[in-house]
């Protein structure tokens, strides 16, 4: 049995391009130099959703107006300190506000998402992260545990 950290993921789409954050800015980052979509942790009062509306006036000063859960992806061992992460991945269709060119994390950019893959990502998502934008799958719950920072399988249940 696990007990993970409950965090969001959000893939903000503009016509083809992708916002996604290129994670610089903060020294120890665990993500430092990657890319990122936006989102993070679920606060205890929160609903999934309610945290990533949260994350994402916290990340990049927009209000998600039309948002799709994809899928859902376990990654036992992830975190800094081997903690377990459940992730409730979404794709943000409309959003109102204005984009700023940075948050705390990082520069924030809009990424074509025929160039998704050829960012510096996290070994994981080059696996997971097409199912997000496939139309032909309904959702996808997967598993992908970490084992000293590299994922050591992927198993996954489409519907």
């Not at 959703?49 to 061992?77: F, M, N, Q, Y």
């Amino acid at each position: 049995m696990i007990t993970p950290i409950i965090g969001t993921l959000a893939y903000v789409v503009r016509g083809d391009d992708v916002l996604m954050v290129h994670r610089t800015f903060r020294e120890g980052d665990q993500h430092r130099g990657k890319y990122n979509g936006l989102g993070g942790k679920v606060e205890a009062d929160e609903d999934v959703v309610a945290g990533l509306r949260r994350e994402l006036r916290e990340e990049a000063s927009i209000e998600a107006d039309a948002l799709r859960l994809r899928g859902t992806i376990s990654w036992p061992g992830f975190g800094k300190g081997g903690e377990d992460w459940l992730g409730f991945v979404f794709v943000v269709d409309a959003f109102r506000g204005d984009v700023p060119e940075a948050n705390a994390e990082g520069t924030l950019h809009w990424v074509p998402r025929s160039q998704l893959l050829s960012l510096p990502l996290w070994e994981g998502d080059y696996t997971w992260l097409p199912l997000v934008f496939d139309e032909s799958v309904g959702q996808f719950h997967g598993v992908m545990p970490y084992v000293d920072g590299r994922p050591a399988s992927w198993s996954v249940t489409l519907l």
